[in-house]
């Protein structure tokens, strides 16, 4: 999951859109998309067309879906629970069309317990901030509950987890019309094929500092598909001095 460090002063076409009253969301992808580097604010992958060179040359094969990845802008608490967050900066998440359709208006509980779920709308450097309460198994690519989160934080995380199905399938479901097979790959499977590459190229370059740096500058960098778990990687490995 990923967390952002997103300006105070709201784009012009936030405002715009909350003079008129209207629902062209849309209009807000540009903004969103600078906010949250390019990258979905709850499973970390890219549109397929900003990722054909993405870390180190590597195609992204994590995704089946070879048309692309369409991004939407998400309400993180819903509309039709939350009416005076409709418009508010600090609610909206760039988010890819198979989470959001995951998520869609779903919501934990009644429309007054606003932090039920962990918000990739906090801040980068908050306690509550995603990359703070979330941990990743590196064998199996799969995100868990960080170590000495407790309490509601703790329920929170795993409701997150569950809800939003941040370790499962995604992609298109194989279909008649063409008769092809289409592998749905989960999450946790894309995360873990990703982090050994990662754990690959580390080891294809351990004697060449400048390789290293530039290497893992990629791979963690905020714009990177599943910087989370690569950034982890290298903070337990011995290249942590390149971070």
Known sequence: MHSVSRPDVEPPELVNLRDMGGEDFGSLDAPLDRVFNGVCGYCERKPLWRSGQDGVGAQDTDLPDREGLLFTCDHFRPRHLFHDLIYDW???????????????????????????????????????????????DLDSGRITVGVGITGVARANAVQTI????????RGRVETAE?????????????????VRRLAMVLAEFATDPGALRFIIGEFTDRSARFSSICAQLVRESEYRIYL
């Open 90 to 136: 600090h609610n909206l998440v760039y988010a890819c069309q198979p989470c959001n359709s995951v998520k869609g208006g779903q919501w934990p509980s009644d429309a007054d317990e606003a932090d039920s779920y962990i918000n990739p709308c906090e801040n980068l450097g908050s306690p509550a901030a995603p990359n703070n309460v979330f941990s990743y």
């Open 162 to 169: 569950r809800d939003l199905a941040l370790n499962d399938p």
């Open 178 to 194: 063409y008769g092809a097979e289409i592998r749905r790959i989960s999450l946790a499977d894309g995360r873990r094929q990703w």
